[in-house]
């Protein structure tokens, strides 16, 4: 089954840092660009940053930019989120999300089940 | 950034009926976008993308329409299963935004 895990969430104090990780399995990882998507509590859904199967394009939510650094690799399988200099307003759940191409249509059709990020003193 | 003005808010409905929810564009976005389901406590799950393309297991009753800047999500006939809350996503241009949700409930 294809699937994505996310881990790395947790508490954490204004101004400090946390890395989210996403294992990705029973796909050809390293075809698909990825995404991660946030939800704060009772609110919507929010894109955050892509990036490309080589990781030769990268973007940002303007709210994370600067702050926030999206990477991945292909040979683990794992796409990463860096989040630095933390702020209350970035509590969420962070979804990791898989990108793909239907000729020249772009859509994010797998989701994994989100891990809670929680930005507390 | 693109603003997607997704309407309505809410929506209270009956088994059987037919649902139209409606994702405005503040610019031309093609048909650069999708229609996403969410349950609670739940992720996600993509029902439509390039507008009218029916994503692999999702039931026909779910249809997507327009181009540009409007934009238009139809259920024809509510299941049980169906209620939940629906945002359309545009994948036009960075930033990605999502429209405010449309959460629909049992009348």
């Known amino acids: 089954e294809v699937q994505l895990v996310e881990s790395g969430g947790g508490l954490v104090q204004p101004g400090g840092s946390l890395r989210l990780s996403c294992a990705a399995s029973?796909?050809?990882?390293?075809?698909?660009?990825m995404n991660w998507v946030r939800q704060a509590p009772g609110k919507g859904l929010e894109w955050v940053s892509y990036?490309?199967?080589?990781?030769?394009?990268?973007a940002y939510a303007d709210s994370v930019k600067g702050r926030f650094t999206i990477s991945r690799d292909n040979a683990e399988r794992s796409l990463v989120l860096q989040m630095n200099s933390l702020r209350d307003e970035d509590t969420a759940v962070y979804y990791c999300?898989?990108?793909?191409?239907?000729?020249?249509?772009?859509?994010?059709?797998?989701w994994g089940k989100g891990t809670t990020v929680t930005v507390s003193s | 950034a693109i603003q997607m003005t997704q309407s309505p808010s809410s929506l209270s409905a009956s088994v059987g009926d037919r649902v139209t929810i409606t994702c405005r564009a503040s610019?031309?976005?093609?048909?650069?976008l999708g229609w996403y389901q969410q349950k609670p406590g739940k992720a996600p799950k993509l029902l439509i993308y390039?507008?009218?393309s029916l994503q692999s297991g999702v039931p026909s009753r779910f249809s997507g329409s327009g181009s540009g800047t409007d934009f238009t999500l139809t259920i024809s006939s509510l299941q049980p299963e169906d209620f939940a809350t629906y945002y359309c996503?545009?994948?036009?241009?960075?930033?990605?935004?999502f429209g405010q949700g449309t959460k629909l409930e049992i009348k």
């Open positions: 999300v898989r990108g793909s191409l239907f000729k020249s249509y772009y859509y994010m059709d797998v």
């Open positions: 029973e796909f050809t990882f390293s075809s698909h660009s």
């Open positions: 990036i490309s199967s080589g990781s030769s394009s990268i």
């Open positions: 610019q031309d976005i093609r048909n650069d």
């Open positions: 390039a507008t009218y």
């Open positions: 996503l545009q994948d036009f241009s960075y930033p990605y935004t």
